[in-house]
C-alpha cells in the first residue's frame, strides 16, 4: 500500500487545518488506519485512529476534542481536522495503515506515508 499525506503548512495558534492521506495498492477498507506525528527531539506518538469501517475512533488525550480522525472508502482516503491548534502541536504528521486482523489502535502499523509537517506559530 502506498500512503501520501498532504495538507500540512504553516498556521497561527488557533487556526484550524486539515490533513489527508490518500492511499492505493491495497483495499483500504481492510485496513485500520492512524495519524502519528514527530516533534523535533521527540518520540512519535499515536494522534488518532480509526477503524476499516470508521465505526471506531480512537485519541490522544492531548487532542481529544480538538482533533477529528475520519475516513472515506470510496475515495481510499483519511483525513485530520485539527482545530484550535497550538504551538505544540508542531510536528511532522504521518498517516499509518494496520491490517484489520491485528490489534486496534495500538501495536505495529503496516504502511507508512512520508509525512506532512504542520508548524503552529504563536
Known amino acids: 500500500m502506498q500512503l501520501q499525506a498532504f495538507g500540512g503548512g504553516l498556521v497561527q495558534a488557533g487556526d484550524s487545518l486539515r490533513l489527508s492521506c490518500a492511499a492505493s495498492g491495497r483495499t483500504f477498507s481492510n485496513y485500520h488506519m492512524g495519524w502519528f506525528r514527530q516533534a523535533l527531539g521527540k518520540e512519535r506518538e499515536l494522534v488518532a485512529a480509526?477503524?476499516?469501517?470508521?465505526?471506531?475512533?480512537s485519541y490522544a488525550d492531548s487532542v481529544k476534542g480538538r482533533f477529528t480522525i475520519s475516513r472515506d472508502n470510496a475515495k481510499n482516503t483519511v483525513y485530520l481536522q485539527m482545530n484550535s491548534l497550538k504551538p505544540e502541536d508542531t510536528a511532522v504528521y504521518y498517516c499509518?495503515?494496520?491490517?484489520?486482523?491485528?490489534?486496534?489502535?495500538?501495536?505495529?502499523?503496516?504502511?507508512w506515508g512520508q509525512g506532512t509537517l504542520v508548524t503552529v506559530s504563536t
Open positions: 499509518a495503515a494496520k491490517y484489520l486482523s491485528g490489534s486496534y489502535p495500538t501495536g505495529m502499523y503496516d504502511y
Open positions: 480509526i477503524s476499516w469501517s470508521g465505526g471506531s475512533t
